[in-house]
């Protein structure tokens, strides 16, 4: 292997450092590449992956390390390499062309181009040698190559189509206002999903899909259907008893191998533990249920301890893979449990979370049991307490004391990577998540932790004319900002206002938004680009509207809009949220069960929605108690606003005019209620607000 570094070496991405010494002369997505190609005549094999993916490693270790592969590449191709983390502007074009020419995506991402960027071929993981019908990178690249050379008119009328479907997909009919037989369709599809046996909307692979929960919980909300909360309490639970949980160090894997939730993909994304916080969050908020109010806390703890950085920014995803083998930080043999346990805790741990002397899962390849166990819990502990004759809450302690033994045994292991870049977006994601933590749980340390990472991003992930960069990493920020940035951080800081009611971060979530609109608004269709009208031309400029991993922005800053409307009473913002619905809803329409986020800001536009103005001394039992009062319930079309009497002109007035006369009754902390435009009469009784909002009737 040639261990002289390519260009890769002078970037921040940790993905790219990890090619930085491959043999490939690999170039990372700049002018200079293209250049070379268009002088050179030579298409461009564009890779795309992150540093937590799988599969990207395999194919770095068989392939980009391989000097066989790699003198291929060199000769044939301008080869880039590119972080789908840092440009999700790229991903999303080229993962859209594979999706369409190959019925299928993920990663890596393999497209070859043209030297203007136009793909006219598209893949994924792709072995050395051909093996069981898929083609191999040896005989693939020749071919390519061969092709390119001697049907070089074929590939441009070929490359020529593909953008032209492309742009084609891309378009979307505007529909008219969605209403309440949009919901209605959604909860059918979901539910006709629906796994009755163990939670989720699948079969294998199974991903939790939390903001399918999300909308779920509102459809309960909105009809009182008792089958759409047993549906979100059996994914939850499943969830949470299965081997997606780390039931060791906490926080969830990325999506489960298997139907049962038992087998995961080890890798752990921030996003996957803001979104699914959140929504066992609501499910606690909805139910009571201490198991989901545990389980979000878990979470934190996991994201605070090993996910934070110093300054307060969250990092990325930690890998699957440690020391060459996907899971080996996190199984365990049975023989190792005992080591570390004493006998009587082992046996008791053993039999809670199911460890096997020849392990308790088999090899996804072989079907060969591994010897390895991976904690999970089949059988309630009520059920366990009895047949051991001891009280639940000794069986929990027991368990809690043997995990933490567990756990310091393992930080002893070879840990896998951590990608520690930090992104704006995915930020956003979490600072909601832990503001909602605030509001739900209480506790000043998720709010901290929320107000601790949005200064972060402010201040050095915005520039100086107020733009958000996309990722920071190794005290650099850098790639112009792309709408989720934008309409993720605005999430972010209403909760955060909505968790302390600091009007300065309403202030710059208004900011934010009023810039997000004009960087970002398609003035044709409606919606919002992915990238900003000053952004780099690329082959297609796409608007996302579906509700994957992530949700998309546009539904979003949808649900985002009408919040912000309710807080400061301004109509225009209202209008744009619908204008995002219509210049939608054709697209929607067609399986609205695919954009469940979406779904959420729906419900929340076509109402019943509130808004509650608490008039009283921020400080005061009585305000605090009134607050808590809604916070401790599922009220999710709700914002709330506090206008602390004590200021004499509080700066909450210059962003809502409209509560300037609200004031508190006899000094008492003091509840205005609005529902869907019409105001119900000021009360300093907890129990009149909560019959305003037909919590108590």
């Not at 497209?111 to 051909?130: C, E, L, N, Q, S």
């Not at 008893?241 to 969830?252: C, K, L, N």
């Not at 709010?447 to 201040?459: P, Q, V, Y």
């Not at 529902?675 to 300093?684: F, H």
Request: contains cysteine.
């Amino acid at each position: 292997m040639v261990n002289r570094p390519n260009r890769l070496i002078h970037e921040k991405s940790p993905y790219l450092l990890q090619h930085a010494h491959n043999p490939v002369d690999w170039y990372p997505w700049c002018e200079e590449a293209f250049e070379r190609a268009r002088g050179e005549n030579r298409p461009v094999f564009l890779s795309i992956g992150y540093s937590t993916c799988h599969w990207c490693h395999v194919m770095a270790h068989e392939s980009f390390e391989d000097n066989e592969v790699a003198g291929l590449m060199n000769e044939a191709f301008v080869s880039i390499k590119v972080d789908r983390e840092e440009r999700p502007d790229l991903d999303h074009i080229y993962m859209t062309v594979c999706q369409m020419l190959t019925g299928s995506g993920g990663w890596p991402l393999t497209v070859i181009m043209t030297p203007d960027k136009r793909p006219f071929f598209a893949g994924t993981y792709i072995p050395k040698h051909t093996r069981f019908g898929r083609t191999g990178m040896i005989e693939l690249i020749p071919r390519i190559q061969e092709t390119w050379k001697l049907r070089y008119d074929m590939v441009m009328e070929s490359a020529d189509r593909i953008i032209s479907v492309l742009r084609g997909i891309d378009k979307s009919e505007q529909g008219p206002d969605m209403d309440f037989s949009i919901l209605e369709r959604a909860y059918n599809e979901l539910a006709g999903r629906f796994d009755e046996e163990y939670g989720g909307f699948s079969g294998a692979p199974k991903f939790p899909t939390p903001h399918n929960l999300f909308f779920m919980l509102r459809y309960w909300k909105r009809t009182r259907d008792h089958k759409a909360l047993k549906i979100v309490e059996k994914t939850l639970q499943g969830m949470r008893s299965g081997g997606i949980y780390d039931h060791i160090g906490f926080g969830f894997h990325r999506y489960s191998t298997d139907r049962e939730w038992l087998v995961p993909h080890f890798e752990k994304m921030l996003y996957d533990q803001a979104l699914i916080a959140i929504a066992y969050l609501e499910a606690f908020q909805a139910t009571g249920s201490r198991e989901y109010a545990d389980t979000a806390g878990e979470i934190f703890e996991y994201v605070l301890r090993d996910m934070t950085s110093p300054e307060g920014g969250f990092y990325s995803a930690e890998d699957a893979d440690s020391e060459g083998e996907e899971g080996r930080f996190y199984v365990w043999t049975e023989e190792a449990v005992r080591a570390t346990l004493g006998k009587d805790e082992a046996d008791i741990i053993c039999k809670v979370f199911n460890i096997e002397k020849g392990g308790n899962f088999s090899d996804e390849a072989q079907g060969n049991k591994t010897g390895a166990n991976i904690f999970y819990l089949k059988d309630g502990l009520e059920g366990i307490a009895h047949v051991l004759k001891i009280p639940v809450t000794e069986l929990q302690e027991r368990i809690s004391s043997a995990r933490k033994s567990l756990f310091d045994a393992r930080e002893k292991r070879v840990r896998p990577d951590k990608d520690d870049k930090i992104l704006t977006d995915w930020n956003g994601l979490m600072i909601a998540a832990f503001a909602k933590g605030a509001q739900a749980l209480g506790g000043q340390a998720y709010l901290g932790a929320a107000a601790k990472a949005a200064e972060f991003i402010l201040n050095r992930l915005r520039g100086q004319d107020g733009r958000l960069f996309h990722r920071y990493r190794d005290r650099s920020a850098a790639i112009t900002g792309n709408v989720d940035d934008y309409a993720f951080m605005v999430w972010g800081l209403i909760e955060i206002y909505e968790a302390c009611f600091n009007p300065d971060y309403l202030k710059t979530a208004l900011d934010l938004n009023r810039d997000m609109i004009s960087l970002f608004w398609d003035d044709k269709e409606g919606g919002l680009f992915f990238t900003p009208e000053d952004g780099e031309k690329l082959v297609i400029r796409k608007r996302q509207v579906y509700d994957g991993a992530v949700p998309s922005a546009n539904s979003v800053a949808m649900l985002n809009m009408l919040r912000l409307a309710r807080l400061t009473g301004r109509i225009d913002l209202e209008e744009r949220a619908a204008e995002i619905g219509r210049a939608f809803s054709a697209t929607i329409g067609q399986m609205p069960s695919v954009y469940t986020q979406f779904m959420t800001a729906v419900d929340f536009a076509i109402g019943p929605s509130y808004e509650v103005v608490i008039a009283g001394r921020s400080d005061s039992n009585d305000t605090r108690e009134m607050i808590n009062a809604l916070r401790r319930r599922f009220i999710p079309n709700m914002v709330t606003i506090l206008r602390p009497v004590e200021e004499k002109e509080p700066g909450i007035d210059r962003l809502a005019g409209f509560i300037k006369d609200h004031v508190s009754i006899d000094d008492r902390a003091t509840a205005y209620v609005c529902l869907n435009n019409s105001c119900r009469a000021p009360t300093t009784e907890i129990e009149k607000m909560l019959e305003s909002l037909g919590i108590i009737k």
